[in-house]
């Protein structure tokens, strides 16, 4: 398996060698160049030196050419002593007898090394090899008053000396090169300390292990972000937030500028920077249509505000999850009062195998399961919105529960794709009726007749019609004026809301509500409902 290149330290490791190698490299590299800089400039010294010194010899030659030996001697050693770029001075004259040499064993002898060639200048400079070994040595004619030539002077510099000194400079400069490396190499420790202290303790291969998971995780998720620092900039949108707000541009600046237009840092962020204080449950319609609920957050910085952050969420989603989860707690409720019921009829069947009718308990098993399927069966072909449905099962087993037969209209039917009503609109119309009917049986409990509750919803394109008929003990004329109004019910205190609640969502839904009652025969509701006015 391999190993992953980009492990929690790699970074940092990747980082100092590079560092470490351009800064060796470029240390490097200067002081090479200083150092060939250095021994040509010392090169030209040298060879300036020599020749200046050969002129002044040849200058003060010319003033004692006729004093003794001696004396001349004694000038010459006098000179080389204080002539410390010069380690061998030499005049010979034109019989090439050495009249004066540095090393004075060598005076009154014969030269035998290179004669100079003055044919093209008086004075010149260049390598050769003579009795101390290979040296630098400049020449320089002599002449007398008369302009006769009588000789030349060499003024010479040994190999030896001028490599001794490059040595010495080439060390100094690799001393100077190695000190300038510790001293970098601390200095970039000390700065990435200091870089690591800005980043909170961090490595920067840390952060950009972390960058990545923000980033998968940011733009993974179903609700829109969109942050903004504390100059209403954008600094990062997601891509659920420009798709809900129809920016989906591949061009950034584009994108940032429909963002901006889409209201978002000026209407909702500004005041968030503004007071510090969050704000959630903002709703809002974009041009699209799209409904959304936002949350705008601050973001702050050692109690400063930095910036604000907006997370959007589509109402729709949210819609679709609490009709979900109102199917799934009616649901739930249909099978306690199933359990409830069935309790109920395993009592009644526990009693006619004890009276040994057995024939009779194993038919009232058969009627009761070809009824619960029938019943079932039949919710579940006509009515295709899983939260009505789940409903109507529910309140099926409430009435079975309170001793009262629901009968399902014949032919009902309930298809979404023919009329657009929300979920939760169907649910409180049809659960409020359903509950005011059984309610009104339950306060006849003396009556003999049959308690009955018959339930019909049917639709056609563009139309929706509820009944809700019971055997009641009806509404009395005198009331039934009031049967809508808040506050007012024949139950007691504290109650008269919810057929009140019923009629308004209804009429907000552009629809109608009526019923007819006979005392002590029942009542009937209906609903009516039209998809232009949904």
Request: with cysteine.
């Amino acid at each position: 398996m391999k190993k992953r290149k980009n492990s929690l330290t790699s970074i940092r490791h990747e980082i100092q060698r590079i560092q470490l190698i351009l800064i060796i490299v470029t240390t490097i590299l200067m002081s090479v160049g200083g150092a060939v800089v250095n021994v040509n400039a010392s090169d030209n010294a040298f060879d300036q030196n020599l020749q200046e010194t050969a002129a002044l010899i040849t200058r003060i030659y010319g003033f004692m050419k006729n004093a003794p030996r001696r004396d001349l001697c004694i000038c010459m050693d006098s000179i080389a002593e204080d002539l410390a770029d010069v380690d061998v001075i030499s005049i010979v004259n034109s019989d090439n007898i050495r009249i004066y040499h540095t090393n004075h064993n060598l005076i009154d002898t014969e030269y035998d090394g290179t004669h100079p060639d003055f044919s093209n200048h008086q004075e010149y400079t260049e390598s050769d090899i003579g009795p101390s070994g290979p040296q630098r040595r400049t020449y320089s004619a002599l002449y007398d008053d008369d302009g006769k030539y009588i000789g030349f002077i060499m003024a010479i510099m040994l190999k030896t000396s001028i490599r001794s000194f490059t040595t010495k400079i080439v060390l100094l400069f690799v001393i100077v090169t190695v000190a300038a490396i510790i001293i970098e190499i601390a200095i970039c420790r000390a700065f990435s300390r200091k870089l690591k202290r800005r980043l909170l303790g961090y490595e920067p291969d840390a952060f950009t292990s972390m960058f990545r998971i923000r980033e998968n995780i940011l733009e993974s998720t179903y609700d829109g972000i969109i942050a903004v620092d504390s100059n209403h900039d954008i600094q990062f949108t997601n891509k659920a937030a420009r798709k809900m707000l129809d920016c989906d541009s591949e061009n950034e600046d584009e994108k940032i500028s429909l963002i901006k237009q889409n209201v978002f840092t000026e209407k909702f962020l500004s005041d968030v920077l503004k007071t510090g204080n969050a704000e959630f449950g903002i709703q809002h319609e974009t041009e699209n249509g799209t409904a959304l609920l936002l949350d705008c957050i601050p973001v702050k910085e050692d109690g400063i505000i930095s910036g604000a952050v907006a997370i959007l969420h589509d109402r729709t989603e949210y819609t679709k999850l609490m009709e979900e989860l109102s199917g799934t707690k009616y649901l739930v409720d249909s099978m306690r009062a199933n359990n409830h019921d069935f309790t109920n009829k395993l009592h009644v069947i526990l009693g006619l195998i004890q009276i040994g009718e057995y024939d009779k308990a194993v038919s009232y098993i058969e009627n009761i399961s070809i009824i619960q399927r029938q019943t079932l069966s039949t919710v579940m072909h006509a009515v295709d919105n899983a939260s009505f449905a789940a409903l109507l099962i529910g309140k099926i087993a409430r009435a079975s529960e309170c001793n009262v037969k629901f009968i399902l209209k014949e032919g009902i039917r309930f298809k979404s794709s023919e009329i657009s009503v929300p979920s939760e609109a169907l649910v409180t119309i049809a659960g409020n009726l359903i509950d005011n009917a059984l309610d009104s049986m339950n306060m006849n409990l003396n009556n003999d007749r049959p308690r009955e509750l018959e339930f019909g919803v049917f639709t056609k394109p563009g139309d929706l019609f509820i009944t809700v008929r019971d055997t009641g003990c009806g509404i009395a004329p005198e009331i039934r004026d009031h049967v809508f109004e808040k506050g007012f019910s024949t139950k007691g205190s504290g109650r008269g809301v919810g057929m009140y609640h019923t009629k308004q969502l209804i009429e907000s839904l552009g629809g109608t509500i009526s019923f007819e009652s006979e005392q002590d025969i029942g009542t009937i509701f209906m609903v009516k409902l039209k998809s232009n006015y949904v």
